[in-house]
Structure formats: C-alpha cells, structure tokens
C-alpha cells in the first residue's frame, strides 16, 4: 500500500499539471532548488508518475516548433528527478541552479538563415544563370554549360550539385554576357539554352535587369533581423554584385558592340538611356506628374538610383566616356534646337510640343547627382575654346560660345521673338485684331512657360555650384567667359548676330539674381562679405573696354600693376556680386534700347500710312492696287512690331524677375 500524499507530493503534481498545459510559458524554478531538504523521490514510485489530463499533454513534435534544442548547464546541486512526461519534458523551459540567480525567458524560434544558401539562390536570381541543369530547369533559368565543366574541371572534388557562387559572380556575369541567342548552333542542350534567352533583349537592359533585382535584394536584406555576421556578409555580396552589374552597364553604353547584341531595331548604347531621361516629363516624380511605364528604367523610382551608382562607379575613372554623350544627345539634339514655342503647323515633323520640357529636364536630373554634375563641367563643351587658326576649332564670338556651349544650348531658350519668331505666330498672330482678352490669356501662358524654363535653369545652376569646389569655379569661369565675348553687347550700336542672344542673357540674368538672394536681403546684413578691392584681387572681369571717368588710360594701366593680386582669392560672395553686376550691364540695357528702337520705327510706320490714307489721290488710279497692298503690308508690319514688344515685355516685365531685380 502506498503511503499518502503529502502536501509537497501534492503540490509537485498539481505544479506539472500546470507546466504541462502552458507549455513551459511560467517562469517556476525548481523545486529541488527552492527546497533543497525535500526528500528525493525514487523513480518508479506511486507518487512518481501523478495522472495528467490527456489534452494538457504537448507532444515533442510541436514542442520542437517552438524550442530550440537545448543542452542542460550542469548543476553542482543535486535536483530531484523530473517527475513531468517527457512530452512535457520537453515543453518546459530548462531552468538553471538558483545558486546562479537568473529568470530564462524563452524566444520564439526565427527560421534559420543559412548564408551558404542564400548566397547561392541569390547570384542565381539576380543574374537569372545557374551551373547545375536541374537547378536551371527548376527555376527557369540560364544554364551556363560551358562554365560549369570548366569549373568542374578546375576543381574535380567539388560536391554536387554545382551552384553559383559569390566568388564565381565576375566568370557567371561575363558567360552570360557572352551568350548570342542567335548563333548557330548544333548541341541540342545548347539550344535549350538559348530558346531562354530573350530574342530581342539587348546586354545593357539585360544588365539594367539584373540591377533591379539586386535592388530589391538589397532591400529584403535590409527588412530581416539577421546577426551581425550574416548580415556583413551578405551586404558584402551584394556590393560586389553591384559594382559588377554597374561596371559593365556602363561599359555597355559605351562601347555597345563589347559583347553580341540582339538584331534589332532597337537603338543600342546611349541611345538606350534617353528614353528614360525624356520620360520625366510624364513621370510622377519630383521632375514630373504622370506614370510612365514602358520605358526601361522607371524615372519615378529607378532612374535617379541608377544613374547615382552610374556616378559613384565612374567618378574620375572615365564617367565622361560613359555619360558625356549622354549629356551631348540630350543638349544639343532636336529637342532644344527646335525652341519651346510651336504651332501645330509649324512644329517639326515627330517631335512632341513639350520635347524641349523633356530635354531640360533630363538635364536637371543629371545635374542633381554631383558626380555627374562634377563630370559635365569638365567636357570640352562646357566652355569651348577660342578660335585657333590652325585647328581651325573654337568659338570667334559670343553668339557661337552660346549655341556652342552646354549651357548656353540650354539657356538660349526663351520667348524673346527676335531668337525665336515662332512667337509670334503662337501667341500674337494678328496681334493688332486681337482683342484684349486673348491678348492676357496669351501673356499669362508666355509667362507660365519662361517661370518654368527659369526655375528648371536655376536648379542646374545650382546643382552645379553645389557640386564641389571645381564645378562651381568651373560656373564662374563660365559667366566671366560670357562677359567678355559680350562686353559690345553695352554699346550703343552692335552687332546683335555676333554676341549672346537676349533670350540667353536674360536667363543667365534671372539665374544669377536668385544665386545672390542669400546674402542681397532687404535688410543688407551680409554686403560685408562682397570684397571691396575684388577688381584689384580678380582677373573675372576685365576693365580695359569700360568707360573711365576719373583716370587716364596710363593711371588705370599703373593701377592694375600696383593691385595685390597675390592676395586672398575673394570669395564665392563677391564673385557672384560682381559678375551679376556684368551681366545685368549686358541684359537689361541693350534689351531696353531695342525696344525704343522699335517704338520709333512703329512711329515712323504709323506716319507714313496716316499721309498714305490722308491722300486720296491715287483713289480710281492704277496705282490704287500697289497703295492699298502697300497699306495692308504696312499694317501687318506694324501689328508684328506691336507683338515683338508685348513678348519682350512679358519676359523683363514678369512679376518673379522684377521682384528680384529691384
């Protein structure tokens, strides 16, 4: 007969009871160690094997979902044995000595990342290859045959299957690369291969592809809570891809006949990019408003990205081979040659409305990422040379310098109707027999149109002087450059088809005025940081054409010898307060001028055609039909100068330029 329950077997039974039905989740330690006078239990005994509720009782197989495996830390004391099931056993949390004086928690399990793994599934995916044809056949893969025997070949032991590794991602890249789906071919394995090649998928959106999926590789790395370790390890891979995938990107849009190409119709190399680039016009990112789906980088969310580790990769290691003509298709192409005024009818064939809005602001997202931006200051088009009579090469004048250079292409632009008459035919056709309705609505478009252009210009301007110290010297030189091939442009009477057009001037204008904003404030808190001795410390701006007042042409020349040249370079300040000054000599003035030139020969027009009507004579004459054609020719003459003023003032009479320039 078995003795009766004590209080402490009792306690003991209804506590498994418990640790059973909550799956070890209570923090209890032992009994053996909360009570080490408890007389040991013999295993074996009534009391040994107390009865617990069949549906209390866990199974080890969904204990092991939550647990890990454990091994228990000896114990220097001795703990009675276990009087619980082993299916409870093995829910019960391991408990420790109280001697050691800690609460265990438990955790539930992760899944277990396995980087060996990963890192194959991963080289496989984003280069969308494997080595081992099973695994190709699988997942819908490449098979790369002839890479995997050469490897198997190198290294015989290798244990199989055969998958694609880190260490093999440059050998992987380049046996894909080096793939033509339209060789020749009799292997019947190889052209199980090729049919998984898209027939007309070229290498750079091949390589823009696999950068795509790296990205959001990166991205699902970044998401999971991986150790330390695991997680360098992998960020360490797939940098390396990148660099790879970027490297031959841009090997590819340099040099497009590097490795076999598809034949097709589609434009390879650069030509590849500008479709993107164009796309931000119609993109709902920061330089657009609408979707654009069908091109190959999204500019919502791909283009800035890649171009930025285009930039990061190149920099100083040959970026003007990779994107300088880049920057030349998207300056100097039809887009900016055509004007940013058009009708329907005299719009050029295949080109949008809005193509010049494409092109500036493909050149505003280039500009954004200072490599680039750095790089675009450094092409020989950014500040062409002089003319040279031997190379018969460089620029004679300011209006060549302007339609020459890169940002003068881009600048040119406006609604000034002496450089772009399309104007007029737009806007005021028939200007005197408009009535003033369509004249505001007309002006208030003209107006929307140049705040746009100049808001864009000035963002690559700054872009540019943001960039680094030798891009924004490269700026400086720039406009002292413009100042000096324009200095005639003040005088009273120039040649207006050998310097900078007004369109350009003016806009460099309006740049140059919100880059002096920081420190030209109503209150004029920052004037002393404009160098007062800048002509004696600068060679910017040459004094030698200007106008003196007060000293000879010697004193003047004495005076240039004396100046402390050697002095402190001044500052991005002065530069900026000195050249605005220049250019708004060159600007505001002569566009002045010419329209007092016009007003006059309005006046002289409108005599001759009152003494014309005034004259009745050659009424019932044969001259009558030469004077009534006269007068109508007259009359359209003087309703076209009418309108070449109203866009003139449009533009120096916009509310944004005036604010500033006063």
């Given at each position: ?181 339209q060789a020749m071919v009799d292997d019947q ?358 106008t003196r007042i007060n000293a000879t042409p010697p004193e003047i020349e004495e005076w240039e ?102």
């Open positions: 007969m078995s003795d009766p329950h004590t209080p402490q077997t009792d306690a003991d039974r209804i506590r498994n009871k418990r640790l059973a039905r909550l799956g070890g989740s209570s923090n209890v330690s032992s009994p053996t160690a909360s009570s080490p006078a408890t007389p040991s239990v013999v295993p074996g005994s009534p009391s040994t094997q107390p009865s617990v509720n069949p549906e209390h009782q866990i199974t080890s197989d969904a204990a092991q979902k939550y647990v890990k495996p454990f091994t228990p830390i000896p114990h220097t004391t001795q703990s009675a044995p276990s009087t619980v099931r082993p299916a409870a056993r093995e829910k019960i949390a391991p408990q420790t000595s109280q001697s050691l004086n800690t609460t265990p928690k438990l955790k539930q399990i992760q899944s277990v990342f396995s980087y060996s793994k990963w890192e194959e599934d991963t080289v496989e995916n984003i280069f969308g290859i494997a080595l081992d044809r099973d695994v190709a056949s699988r997942n819908k893969l490449v098979w790369l045959k002839a890479l995997a025997e050469e490897i198997k070949s190198e290294t015989p032991d290798l244990s199989l299957p055969l998958r694609a590794k880190g260490e093999y991602a440059d050998r992987l890249l380049i046996a894909r690369l080096e793939l033509d789906p394995e190889q052209l199980i291969i090729q049919e998984l090649i898209p027939p007309q998928q070229t290498c750079f959106e091949y390589l823009v592809g696999c950068w795509k999926r790296l990205v959001a590789q990166r991205s699902a790395i970044l998401k999971r809570n991986l150790p330390q370790k695991d997680f360098e390890q992998a960020s360490a891979l797939i940098e390396k891809l990148r660099e790879l995938v970027i490297s031959y990107a841009g090997l590819t849009l340099q040099e497009p006949s590097m490795f076999p190409q598809p034949q097709t119709t589609k434009p390879l190399g650069v030509e590849e990019l500008l479709p993107s680039l164009y796309a931000l016009n119609s993109s709902p990112s920061i330089f657009g408003s609408s979707s654009e789906s069908s091109v190959l980088l999204n500019p919502s969310t791909d283009l800035v990205p890649f171009l930025t580790d285009i930039g990061n990769r190149f920099y100083q290691d040959g970026l003007e081979d990779v994107l300088g003509e880049v920057v030349r298709r998207v300056v100097f192409g039809r887009n900016l040659a055509a004007g940013m005024v058009h009708t329907t009818a005299t719009l050029p064939q295949g080109m949008s409305p809005s193509g010049w809005r494409s092109s500036v602001m493909a050149m505003e997202c280039l500009c954004s990422i200072k490599p680039i931006a750095a790089m675009i200051t450094s092409l020989p088009e950014w500040n062409p040379l002089p003319w040279n009579e031997e190379t018969g090469s460089g620029v004679r004048n300011g209006n060549e310098h302007e339609k020459g250079s890169i940002l003068g292409f881009v600048m040119r632009l406006g609604i000034f109707a002496r450089d772009w008459p399309m104007v007029l035919e737009a806007y005021y056709k028939g200007f005197d027999q408009m009535s003033l309705r369509d004249k505001e609505a007309s002006d208030a478009s003209l107006k929307a149109t140049l705040n746009n252009l100049q808001l864009s210009l000035f963002n690559i301007v700054n872009a540019l002087v943001r960039a680094g110290p030798e891009p924004r010297e490269a700026f400086l030189a720039y406009v002292a450059r413009v100042v000096e091939l324009n200095r005639k442009r003040a005088a009273m009477q120039f040649k207006y088809e050998e310097h900078a057009s007004d369109s350009f001037i003016h806009n460099l204008h309006y740049v140059l005025l919100r880059l002096a904003e920081p420190f030209m404030d109503t209150q004029y808190k920052q004037l002393n940081k404009i160098d007062l001795r800048y002509y004696e410390r600068s060679r910017r701006i040459s004094l030698k054409d200007l010898n004396a100046a402390d040249a050697a002095g402190p370079a001044p500052n991005f300040v002065s530069d900026i307060f000195y050249l605005l000054s220049a250019v708004n000599h060159l600007s505001t003035g002569p566009i002045s001028n010419y329209i007092s030139a016009i007003s006059r020969h309005v006046r002289d027009i409108q005599k001759e055609l009152e003494l014309m009507e005034q004259d009745e004579s050659w009424k019932g004459t044969p001259s009558q039909p030469q004077v009534e054609l006269a007068l109508k020719r007259g009359k359209e003459q003087l309703s076209k100068l009418h309108a070449m003023m109203e866009s003139m003032y449009v533009a120096i009479l916009q509310d944004d330029f005036t604010v500033r320039s006063s």
